[in-house]
C-alpha cells in the first residue's frame, strides 16, 4: 500500500523539488511524516506542466505547485529523508 500526503506546495527548490507543507496524512500510512517535507517528483498529474521533466522550469513549477493542495502518493525516501512522490492537485473536500 502506498503512503500518500497532502498538503499545501510552499517552495520550489529546484526543477524537480520543492517543499510541502503536510496537512493531511493517509490513515494506515507506514510511517509518521513531518509537518514540512522536501519532495522529489517522480511523476505529475499536474494541469499546466508537461510529463516531460526535461520541458519543466521552476517558474512551470511555482506556477503550478506554489499555493495549490496536492496530494503526493509516496514512493521512496531518500537517505536524507526527502519523499520522492508522484504529485497531483487534490480538491480540499476529497482530498
Known amino acids: 500500500m502506498t503512503d500518500t500526503v497532502w498538503g499545501n506546495g510552499h517552495n520550489i527548490i529546484s526543477t524537480e523539488s520543492f517543499q510541502l507543507n503536510i496537512t493531511h496524512r493517509k490513515d494506515g500510512n507506514s510511517e509518521k511524516y513531518p509537518d514540512t517535507v522536501k519532495i522529489i517528483i517522480s511523476g505529475v498529474d ?16 511555482q506556477n503550478v505547485i506554489v499555493d495549490a493542495f496536492l496530494k503526493c502518493e509516496i514512493n521512496s525516501k531518500t537517505d536524507k529523508g526527502d519523499l520522492i512522490a508522484k504529485v497531483s ?7
Open 46 to 61: 499536474l494541469p499546466g506542466l508537461s510529463d516531460n521533466k526535461s520541458d519543466w522550469t521552476v517558474e512551470n513549477l
Open 89 to 95: 492537485h487534490s480538491g480540499a473536500a476529497g482530498y
